[in-house]
Structures are given as C-alpha cells and as structure tokens.
C-alpha cells in the first residue's frame, strides 16, 4: 500500500472530472506527490540524526528537537495529502452508485423485451460511458471541492502556526530540561528545506486557485442551465433529460404487459428516485400514489401540471 | 508479501460488502493502512536509535528501551490491521462455498454451458439466509479485534501520550537514570489520529450491523404478512 495504490484509486476518478479537476489531479500527482516522494524525504532523512545541539548533556538535543519540531513537514504534507485527495473518492462512489442503478434499469428492461445482445451492448456503453456532472452529482462534486478547499486551507494555516512561517531557521536557542542552560541547536539543510517548504506552499496554492477556478466554473455552468432549461420550457414545454428518457424507455416496455384496460386506469412505474420529478410528454409527474388491486398491482402516477 | 497484495486480497471483499462496508474499507486502506505505511512507519523509524539514556553504561539502553516498548506502536497497529481486515475473508469463503454449490446444481439440471457458469462467477449475492449470519458474525469479530487492541494499547502504554522522558533502574544500569524518548510529540499526534480513525471504524461496523438487523426484521415482517408461522420457518430452512 504506497502512494501508487492512491493514484490507482484517483485516477479512475478521473474520468467524471471537469477538465480543471484533471489539471488539479496531474498537478498533485506531478507537482506534490512525486516530489515528495522524490525529493523532499530524502532532504529531511536526516533531520534529527544531524540535528546537533551544543552540549553533552544526554537527552537535551532529543528534547530540544521534539520541542522545535512537534510533527516533521515531510509527515504534515502526507497527512495532506492523504486528506486532499479523499473527497474525490466521494465523486466515484456517487457516480458507481449511478451506474449500479442504470445497471438494474437496462436488465429490467431488456427482461421484460429486447434481446440479449441489446443489454450486453447497453451495458458496455454504460461502463464506458463519462456521466455529466448534473443533479445530485453536481452537489456531490462540489461539495468534495468545498472539502478539498477546507483541508489546503487548514493545513497551511496548521503549517504556519506550527513553523511560525515558511522559513526554516539555522539555528535555535533551547533551554528545556536536561539542557544545563540556554543552549544553540543546530538545523541540518535549512536552505533546501527552506526551498523545499516555499515549493509545496506554492504547489498548495496553485492547487487552490485551481479548485476555487472550478468551483466557480462549475457554478457558471449550472446557473447557464437553468436559465437555458427556463426559457426552452416557456418555448417548447417538453424537455427530457437523460435520466427521464431512460425511465421513459422502462416505462414503455412495462406498459405493453401490465397495462389494466378493465379499471380503465393506465399504469405508470415509479422511478427509482421517488423524490424527484421526471418530465415526459411536456407534464411534470409526481410519484405519489401506490395502489393494489386484488388482482394485480396497478401503479398510478399523480399527473399534475407542477411547475419546477 | 507486503501491504499491496494484502490490499489486492482484500479488496476482492469488497463485491459482496453492505455500502457501509464499502466506505469502511475505504477508511481502512487510506486512512489507516497508506497513513501507517507512508508516515507513521518514518517516525518510529529511529526509536531505538533515537533512544538516549544519561549514563554511558554498556545495555543500559538497550534495557530500557526494551522495559518500556516492549512491542512498538508500529508492530501492534500491524497485527491489528491485519486481524480486523482478516473476518472478511470468512464472507469470502462462504461466497466462494455457495458459488460452488450453485455450479454443481447448475451441471446436475444440465446448465453447464460456460456462459452460465460465468454468470455464477459474476453474480453479487444478496446478503441473505446462511451468508447474513456470517457476514454479521464477520462484523462482530471485527468490533471485538479492534476493541480488544484498543485495550491492549491502553494496558501497555498507559494513556495515550507519549512522554519525553522516562526514568529507569532496570539491571545493568547503575542507578535511576533518566531515558529520552524520540519525537514524543510526533508519536503521539499519530497515536491519537490512528485511535480516532479506530473508533470511526467501529462505529462504521456497529452501523453495519444495525443497518443488516434492520434490513432481515423488514424483509421478514413483509414476508410474515403473506404466509404463516410454519411457512416461514420453512422458508428460513430452506434458504440455509
């Protein structure tokens, strides 16, 4: 389990990115990860066995050291990592969850009419295919960028307070117990730690600006949808997304074997999202009645004209 | 064998996991395994070598160090690691146990074409009859195996603080001498991190638990409401 199995993991969340957020996710790749790994453990290897205090006393430059350096930069910018990297594993379990849904949706249709090789077609395409970052995905994902935001943050913040800024000093002057009296401390390779620290700060903050980016792009876009979704509907009255086209194909198939001619009912399948509307034959249908028959069990659907 | 092929194994569960399950073996792999391998490993590093004791008496060190570590945090979260991620396997063998069956029914009823015994292969069993309760024993021994090194960590390094300095008269060394302890603060950052990383992980498990018991009461109240109580025995018996 190393750095390789995470970017394993990331990697495939790739996919249902904007392009920002593949940018964003080869910068901490490029920019942070492997230089980490690369380069900057290797300039800390031997932070304490080369920190060297001026004094024989046994145990002062322990305790000197454990004082100046309550946790390493190296462990910090892990735990950063680590943590920045995690919402994105939000995205991919919404968008897995999806899939398994549509899945289910494509085997109950193909089930009820369509042949085999129709389904294992659709199921291929579902596989590959990128879903559009809408509806509750949408919340999902930026929600894992207001996380993302939150963790950058609170560790530069936590690495300012800890280090008192971004510089590493030569020298410190420490007088904790054992250390017989005030005593000078010595820091190996300040300037490439120095170096190296103003590197990942400003890899951190390119990080930032790129998810502030968008997160705003995403916002625009969304805000564009609704003002285009508005206006086509004032325009034309039907509007189908792609949830509601596949639904509409379910509900097609289901219909020709369980339509009730006798109760002079038409039945309807309740999604499998009840709490959302779904648009067909430019009404808006609100899923809000469930009745059995003795006989068979006839779904009603509310048909309003429910404006959004 | 290393992390990465216990990680390849045991992701192989994840098929046949609750979504709770799922998200807790998410936490496990990267927020204990990856944080334990790429970080805290580093800072235990050098805890013997960091080890210095005030006295230049030869074992003296080695002594105390051994008084008062005597199995490393890095050791113990290891074996705790693998012993809660090693229930798993018990819902894997009863998964593959099933799959076999399954494949002798289907060559006995003359179904032994390879696209059927493919679709056994890639089939997700429902959480039901026989493999609910293993899956809920699973759970259980998961809970126990962490609880069980929580208290162990508890018993052997009192508090979870590590201290900078201890003071030992252990056998060769002359007197109470005082020992430092490397990166205390470090050490304890990460010790308390990984416990409440533990404790997420055992109330993800309890969850599991309520949500699995919640789940067999709403499917057999549903089916009580269609048949009698000895239908319904026998439909328990049968599904075993």
Excluded at chain 1, 61 to 73: A, I, R
Excluded at chain 1, 167 to 188: A, G, H, T, Y
Excluded at chain 2, 86 to 97: D, N, S
Aim: aromatic fraction near 12%; proline fraction near 4%.
């Amino acid at each position: 389990m190393s750095w390789v199995a995470l970017y394993t993991q990331l990697g495939g969340v790739n996919k249902h990115s904007t392009s920002l957020g593949k940018i964003w996710l080869s910068v901490l790749f490029i920019f942070r990860i492997t230089i980490l790994v690369l380069a900057a453990e290797s300039v800390w290897r031997d932070e304490q066995a080369d920190f060297t205090c001026n004094t024989q006393q046994p145990g002062c430059k322990n305790v000197c050291y454990d004082h100046f350096f309550p946790v390493s930069h190296i462990r910090l910018w892990c735990l950063q990592l680590i943590f920045v990297s995690t919402p994105a594993l939000l995205v991919a379990m919404h968008v897995a969850y999806r899939k398994s849904g549509d899945k289910r949706h494509i085997i109950a249709a193909s089930r009820s009419g369509g042949d085999d090789k129709t389904r294992q077609v659709d199921l291929e395409t579902l596989k590959r295919r990128r879903l559009s970052i809408t509806g509750p995905l949408w919340w999902t994902y930026t929600c894992s960028l207001l996380f993302r935001l939150i963790f950058e943050a609170g560790f530069m913040f936590a690495f300012y307070f800890v280090y008192d800024g971004f510089q590493m000093p030569r020298l410190v002057k420490c007088e904790q117990w054992p250390c017989p009296n005030k005593v000078d401390c010595f820091i190996s390779r300040p300037t490439e730690k120095t170096i190296f620290t103003i590197f990942m700060v400003v890899s951190s903050a390119i990080c930032m600006v790129l998810n502030v980016a968008e997160l705003a792009y995403l916002i625009t876009k969304a805000l564009m949808r609704c003002s285009t979704g508005i206006s086509k509907r004032r325009t034309s009255g039907h509007v189908a997304t792609d949830k509601s086209l596949l639904q509409n194909k379910t509900n097609q198939m289901l219909l020709s074997s369980v339509t009730d001619s006798s109760s002079n009912k038409t039945a309807y399948v309740l999604p499998s999202f009840p709490n959302e509307l779904f648009l067909t034959g430019g009404l808006l249908y609100r899923p809000t009645v469930l009745s059995k028959s003795p006989n068979s069990a006839t779904i009603v659907g509310q048909r309003s004209d429910v404006k959004e | 064998m290393n992390w990465a092929s216990f990680y390849a194994v045991i992701s192989g569960v994840n098929r046949h996991s609750t979504g709770i399950g799922r998200i807790w073996l998410s936490v496990l792999f990267i927020f204990r395994i990856l944080v334990l391998v790429v970080a805290a490993e580093s800072v235990w590093g050098d805890e013997k070598s960091g080890f210095t004791c005030n006295t230049q008496q030869p074992g003296c060190n080695s002594v105390c160090y051994d008084h008062f570590f005597p199995i490393s945090h890095i050791r113990l979260w290891a074996l705790q690691l693998i012993l809660v991620s090693t229930p798993a396997l018990l819902v894997a063998m009863h998964v593959a146990h099933r799959r076999h069956i399954d494949k002798k029914l289907y060559k006995l009823s003359g179904r032994a074409s390879p696209k059927d015994l493919e679709q056994i292969k890639t089939q997700k069993m429902k959480i039901t009859g026989a493999l609910w309760w293993t899956y809920i024993i699973s759970l259980f021994f998961r809970i126990i195996f962490e609880v069980t090194f929580m208290y162990l960590f508890y018993m052997i390094y009192p508090g979870y603080k590590m201290i900078r300095l201890v003071k030992c008269d252990s056998y060769p060394c002359p007197n109470t001498v005082d020992c430092f302890v490397s990166r205390p603060t470090e050490k304890t950052v990460f010790t308390v991190f990984m416990l409440a990383v533990s404790g997420i992980c055992i109330l993800l498990n309890i969850a599991e638990v309520v949500f699995l018991a919640g789940k067999a009461c709403g499917r057999h109240l549903s089916n009580a409401g269609d048949s009698t109580m000895g239908a319904w025995i026998t439909q328990k018996l049968c599904s075993y």
